[in-house]
Each structure stands twice: as C-alpha cells, then as structure tokens.
C-alpha cells in the first residue's frame, strides 16, 4: 500500500484537513482566531492543540480530545513533549512538530506507538499549523485516530508525509 498518497483512513481527518484548508484561504496557514469553537466541535474527541514556544523550542500539550485520552490512557493537557512523556519516541514526535513550525505546512503522521505501555496501537494524524499575525506558528492543531498497529503502520516507526497547503 502507498501509504503516501493514500487517503485518511479516518474519515474525520480528512474532514478536519478539509476545514483547516477553508479557514487558511489565501494565507499559508489560518491564524488562530479564525477557528470557529462551534465548527470545530464534532472533531474535539480527536482534537489535539499544541502551544508553541520559541525560545528555546518546546511544545506543550493546551487540550487533548477525551478519545485520544481514551485510547492512549491518559491525558497530556498542560504536558510538554519530551522525554518524559514519549521516553525514546519524544525526539521523533518533536522533530515532526518541528518541520511544521520551520515549514508552516501541514503533515500526515502515520506511526506505532512503540514508546508507549500499549505499543499494539497504531496512530493516524494530520497537525497543521495556526500563525499569529506575523505569520510565525504559535499552535498546531492535530487531529489523531487510533488503530491496531497491525493494520498500516505496523513495520514503521513514524513516517511523516507533507500535505497540499
């Protein structure tokens, strides 16, 4: 399977990615407060928001979707990524929150949860970035979906795939 140019096996990725391109227009990416809380609720189990700090860079966990709790187990609201939280995974996750902050771009994220207690699960998202008037990325927001590792992302650790913007 070309896991590239495949399309979300979670059909509310690909909503989510739908609404983040409508909101972004003409712009490189949608600033912040053209989210609108009511347009955004039917993905909020899913939904991931990250704050973004500069210096040095970090992020850190601002809301965390009740599903995602769910299927990982606990909730990382008010967390930062890093070692402990994602142990040997937080250099990969970091450095793909990274591309999108360098990039301003969005990204598919196909990985294992290998780092973690339920390492049998897979994980689908898509994290596009959220600017401020200057067009620097002050948030990224992910949209994530859970599944048994077996069914895509089994032989990869993390493979992340840049998106149309």
Known sequence: MDLESAGFHDVRLERLYAYWLKKKGDLVAPMRRDLDPAEIKPFLP???????????????????????????????????VDEGLYGDGASRIFDGLRLIVDEVRPFRRLSRLDWHTRNWLGMEAVEM?????????????????????????????????????
Not at 53 to 78: C, K, N, S
Not at 138 to 164: H, N
Request: hydrophobic share 50%; net charge negative; charged share 25%.
């Open 129 to 165: 970035p959220l600017i401020d008037e200057t067009g620097a990325v002050i948030k990224i927001l992910r949209g994530a979906s859970y599944f048994v590792a077996a069914e895509a992302a089994a032989d990869m650790r993390c493979a992340v795939f840049p998106l149309a913007a």
């Open 46 to 80: 899913i939904l991931n928001l990250l704050d973004v700090r500069r210096e040095p860079l970090g992020f850190q966990h601002r809301l965390v979707g009740t599903e995602i709790v769910d299927r990982v187990g606990r909730d990382a609201t008010g967390q930062w």
